[in-house]
């Protein structure tokens, strides 16, 4: 018996306007998904595979976005037609979305309970110990560690992966007919990865839920979706069950796709280069306060006496689960938060300098935060936001140089420099991370902490940023602390690489030696779980 269709998408365009000028983000897209299916929208950055869902919900910034065509239809009812009053009950209940980037739709001064909680409350009326209860059961599905500890945390005292695993859990609260899951594990390492997607086709068997997978992993798609569309700026240009579309693609666009991976290896440095940036025994703590008086009770220990040492043209990577502390490493490293140990840069300790005694340093000392969007001012054109560096550290510089120069660094990350005056808005998630690592390049730093600077890219942009930093490392000899849960990025990078659990380094020491023959138990686990997702890869391009 056929299934019945859910969602019904017809002949969708959206147009954003931005001084003056419209730009045409998707272009006479159609396709459905039926009630308990699981389908993938899948393609480069920028080829409107978000745009296309936040249409679903009508979470696109209106008026600047518009649907010049196009209808879509829920159980039959047009979505582009109907009042807020449908909209209210349709968002969270019928139909939940897990964002890209979780970080920008989370209250930064709400605790985690209270965000997990205010759906349970507004749809389904839960009050007392029983909202709190099934707060803790949802933490505890998507695998929050210690989950009673996390309530009342707030979103920054989190790591990225662990604020994506509460955006899910706030999404399947209310058990919806359709989730859509906007690269659900972006942040999440390999061995986590694994477990939400497990959990996400349990709940999608147990709640008889569609789902439309927005990704750029192609292991994922192989493994969770029935049926698969392709689009390529702002248009589907293909459409076929899963194992079809692996087994014989027909799209040259498709077959790019799925032979797309970064390759080569790290650049040699050399290991008489001076040293960068070192610590020892560095500790970051964050207090675990309670009652009346806020008292400590406990410590989350996200650092806990770890020592590194980064030499110029080298790269660190720095590999662990979500929550086991690499984030917070690299900004304490950048004096970006409270920490304990000394932390030398170049022969100088900076650990106990003002934030004006810093401030000769920032320019040299650049970071690439995971969560791009965050980052970048919605308020605030390209341009802007790259000028804004450049106005404080090279204010001798013409306009014409500062745009000359920010124009060179959107070319060097593979955008076109005739964005400059659009808006952050108007780009995909892939874009924005590009545009933020354009950003930090443009002051020609001599070290950068990359937090996850490929996670929201598709494997072919990717390739193209791990070919960028490896060209830009070898030119201007730049140390590198690389952040990743992807091991695959990492071994095309690094030199050197730091296994973190729990706030600790259990391993570490040249790359090739973690990754031919590891020696913790926990190195092993990772690389068997990046292995088995190689695995599905390899299998798809051979396929």
């Not at 359709?178 to 061995?191: C, G, N, R, Y």
């Not at 700026?233 to 991976?261: C, M, S």
């Not at 706030?503 to 590891?518: K, L, S």
């Amino acid at each position: 018996m056929a299934k019945e269709v859910l969602i019904n998408v017809k002949n969708l365009s959206v147009a954003f306007r931005s001084s003056g000028v419209t730009t045409t983000a998707v272009n006479g897209v159609s396709f459905n998904i039926k009630k308990g299916e699981t389908v993938a929208l899948v393609g480069e950055s920028g080829s409107g595979k978000s745009v296309s869902a936040l249409s679903i919900l009508r979470l696109l910034p209106y008026p600047a976005a518009s649907h010049p065509s196009g209808h879509i239809y829920l159980d039959g009812k047009d979505i582009l037609n109907a009042p807020e009053s449908d909209l209210k009950r349709i968002r969270g209940e019928r139909i939940a979305m897990i964002f890209q980037e979780p970080m920008t739709s989370l209250n930064p001064l709400h605790t985690i309970e209270r965000q997990v909680s205010e759906t349970l409350i507004l749809h389904r009326g839960l009050k007392g110990p029983a909202v709190r209860q099934r707060v803790l059961e949802l933490l505890t599905k998507v695998g929050i560690p210690e989950p009673e500890k996390r309530l009342e945390a707030f979103p920054h005292q989190l790591s990225g992966g662990q604020r994506q695993r509460v955006m899910i859990a706030m999404a399947l609260a209310n058990e919806p007919d359709l989730l859509i899951a906007d690269e659900p594990t972006t942040a999440l390492d390999v061995t986590i990865q694994a477990q939400i997607l497990e959990l996400l086709r349990n709940l999608q068997r147990e709640m008889g839920m569609a789902m439309l997978l927005i990704t750029h992993d192609l292991g994922i798609v192989r493994r969770m979706a029935e049926r698969v569309y392709v689009m390529q700026n702002g248009a589907i240009v293909e459409e076929q069950p899963t194992e079809q579309l692996f087994e014989a693609p027909k799209h040259p666009y498709t077959r790019h796709l799925i032979a797309a991976e970064p390759k080569g290896e790290p650049p040699l440095f050399d290991a008489s280069a001076p040293v960068v940036a070192e610590t020892q025994d560095l500790k970051v703590w964050f207090p675990i306060k309670r009652g009346l008086l806020q008292r400590t009770v406990d410590h989350i220990k996200a650092v806990d006496g770890l020592s590194i040492k980064i030499f110029a043209g080298q790269t660190v990577g720095v590999v662990g689960e979500s929550g086991s502390g690499k984030t917070t490493l690299g900004l304490a490293l950048l004096r970006l938060i409270s920490s304990t140990g000394p932390i030398v840069y170049m022969g100088k300790r900076i650990d106990g300098l003002s934030s004006r005694e810093m401030r000769p340093y920032r320019r040299e000392m650049q970071v690439v935060f995971q969560d791009p969007y965050g980052s970048l001012s919605p308020r605030l054109s390209i341009f802007e936001i790259i000028e804004e560096g450049l106005l404080i550290q090279k204010p001798e510089w013409t306009s014409e140089q500062r745009r000359e120069q920010a124009a060179r660094a959107l070319r060097d990350v593979g955008l076109d420099p005739k964005a400059l005056d659009r808006y952050p808005h108007e780009f995909s998630g892939g874009q924005r991370q590009r545009i933020a690592i354009a950003r930090a390049m443009a002051l020609e730093p001599k070290f950068i902490v990359l937090d996850e600077p490929t996670s929201a890219l598709d494997m072919s942009v990717q390739a193209q940023i791990v070919d960028l930093l490896r060209e830009l490392q070898a030119k201007r000899n730049l140390a590198y602390v690389f952040i990743s849960h992807d091991l695959k990025v990492v071994r095309a990078l690094c030199n050197y690489v730091i296994v973190m659990r729990n706030g600790r380094a259990v391993e570490e020491g040249p790359a090739e030696e973690i990754f031919t023959a590891p020696k913790a138990e926990y190195t092993k686990a990772l690389l068997a779980a990046a292995f088995d997702l190689k695995v599905a890869h390899r299998a798809a391009v051979a396929g």
